[in-house]
């Protein structure tokens, strides 16, 4: 396998379920998730939603400061919510970003003797618009069962049983409604992070474009919008779950020029209780079943979770 990468590869997720093409297709998501962390899902079944999800993105954005100041994040302990541009700085520089957080609709609120842990895993805030609470769980249901099916799939490439991380995922996923105004040349819409503490990233992003990835030899590489493709990458939960062996990449997102981006995230959780030795032991146990080199296992086991959004070494070439 190439030690980086000029691209972002496509896969296929209908060949993916066709045997004459499976074993084809179970090649490429394996040389995605191997060497680059990031990669383009395409013909998914769920272009419908998607389109319209985007389409009804202005009119909640739209909505009066007063109107989503009431749903602000700052009143909820699981961090669900409004947030405001300008709010949120990464690699210490300012993200010019407005955001909607929300969560798998149906969890309780924290209850006094509930483990601390719990206060992550909340109901969400929905604001005053009467289609929201019906579009963020249309659209959470429908990514949700495809990134369940996603994970067997990746289990599968890796040549370990189907099931094998089904005992990971957690309770809550969280989904983001993202806009990124017009700024001047060059600005940071988000700066260079990996997703944290997760599975799996589903992006759906516009025809705005401004996301790079950054390889191993500290260039970052264009992720052009494709028409109806989600945008899947690694976060550092499976990073460490898998011992290292298949890490997250270094993203960002240039600010746009002379149109509003709007993208929407959804990060398939972790389950909140695992407790570093489990990681451990898990991540012992997997590489040990993944085929691959000697040398990848010898220097993967023992990858924590990092929980800053950047760190300088993510720019360094290896």
């Not at 969560?103 to 483990?115: H, V």
């Not at 989600?230 to 298949?246: S, W, Y």
Request: net charge negative; with cysteine.
């Amino acid at each position: 396998m190439a030690a980086t990468f000029s691209s972002v590869p496509v896969v296929d997720f209908a060949r993916l379920h066709d045997p004459v093409t499976k074993n084809e297709e179970l090649s490429k998501l394996r040389e995605a998730i191997f060497v680059v962390g990031f990669l383009y899902l395409t013909n998914t079944g769920l272009e419908g939603i998607i389109e319209r999800t985007h389409e009804r993105l202005p009119e909640l954005f739209a909505l009066s400061p007063e109107a989503k100041e009431d749903c602000n994040m700052i009143n909820s302990p699981s961090f669900l919510g409004y947030t405001r541009l300008g709010a949120e700085t990464t690699a210490a520089k300012t993200d010019l970003r407005e955001q909607f957080d929300f969560g798998t609709p149906g969890m309780k609120p924290w209850m006094e003797g509930d483990p601390f842990w719990q206060r992550l895993e909340g109901p969400n805030q929905y604001p005053d618009h009467v289609g929201a609470k019906p579009l963020v769980e249309e659209y959470i249901i429908n990514i949700d069962s495809l990134a369940q099916t996603f994970v067997r799939l990746v289990a599968e490439c890796l040549s370990l049983p189907v099931d094998t991380f089904d005992s990971f995922k957690g309770n809550m996923s969280r989904l983001k409604f993202v806009k990124y105004p017009p700024a001047a040349q060059g600005s940071q819409g988000v700066g260079p992070h990996k997703d944290s503490a997760g599975l799996f990233t589903f992006l759906s992003q516009d025809d705005a474009g401004g996301l790079q990835v950054l390889n191993k030899n500290g260039q970052w590489i264009d992720v052009p919008p494709i028409e109806g493709s989600l945008v899947v990458n690694i976060q550092q939960g499976f990073e460490a779950i898998t011992g290292g062996i298949c890490a997250a990449t270094t993203h960002r997102v240039i600010a746009p020029t002379t149109k509003t981006r709007y993208s929407i995230p959804f990060f398939l959780g972790v389950r909140l209780d695992l407790t570093l030795d489990q990681l451990k032991e898990s991540a012992a146990h997997i590489v040990h079943r993944i085929p691959t080199s000697d040398d990848r296992k010898k220097r993967a086991v023992d990858v924590p979770i990092r929980r800053g959004a950047f760190e300088e070494s993510d720019l360094e070439p290896p």
